[in-house]
């Protein structure tokens, strides 16, 4: 049986924490894939313990998506705005990143937050009226100064760069994802912001140790 870093044992780990929705389209083949989504309603064997995932609610949940509160609406959306900027930034730097360490990491988190991505615009494609126009007000989420650093840096500095500013940008959601779990009022959301707080923790751990 192949033995595992313990970079590859936290990378996997992250990903399972992480929204399960169903594969992303385009991940690299090297890093671990999140499980796929079961059937609406249904749990699969053995994952009692994560029942309430937002992969196991998905877009057609056992919540009925007009029951869903404006706070929750606006999390989610926030989140979806925060989650593009991410990929945004892992997709700016991949191809030039020269740690494999920090490649993987990336590659997990691209993989993570595209699979959050598609349960969360499905659950605000459900949640009434409101949602879709509050979906659209997710601007700024990250500096652009941010942006442009990543996109100047010298190939030298490309890894420290894509280090810090991914470890802020995590930062920022962790912190998002926490202060939603007491207020929010949707079960699959609160689950959510549990997961993403504790995914974007683990990930700026991982920031930091690939350095």
């Known amino acids: 049986m192949p033995r595992r870093t313990p970079l590859a044992s936290l990378v996997a780990a992250l990903l399972l924490s992480g929204a399960c929705a169903g594969s992303p389209t385009s991940s690299p083949s090297a890093v671990p894939q999140p499980a796929p989504a079961s059937p609406a309603g249904s749990v699969p064997a053995g994952d009692a313990g994560v029942g309430s995932s937002a992969g196991d609610a998905g877009v057609g949940s056992s919540a009925d998506g007009d ?12 989140m979806v705005g925060h989650s593009e ?6 997709r700016l730097a991949r191809d030039r990143v020269r740690d494999d360490a920090l ?3 990336a590659a997990a988190i691209e993989a993570t937050e595209a699979d959050e991505l598609t349960t969360m615009r499905g ?31 010298p190939d030298a500095d490309v890894d420290r760069v894509l280090r810090e500013v991914l470890a802020d940008h995590q930062r ?5 994802a926490r202060s939603h779990v007491d207020v929010g009022r949707d ?8 997961r993403i707080e504790q995914s974007r923790t683990a990930e700026i751990e991982l920031l930091r140790g690939t350095q």
């Open 67 to 78: 029951a869903m509160s404006g706070i929750d609406v606006v999390f989610l959306s926030t």
């Open 85 to 90: 900027r991410t990929l945004q930034i892992v």
């Open 103 to 105: 490649r993987t990491l």
């Open 123 to 153: 659950w605000l494609a459900t949640a009434g009226p409101g949602a879709s126009a509050a979906a659209h007000h997710h601007d700024g989420h990250g500096d652009d100064a941010a942006l442009d650093r990543l996109r100047t840096a």
């Open 172 to 176: 920022s959601a962790a912190d998002l």
């Open 187 to 194: 079960d699959r959301v609160r689950d959510l912001s549990r």
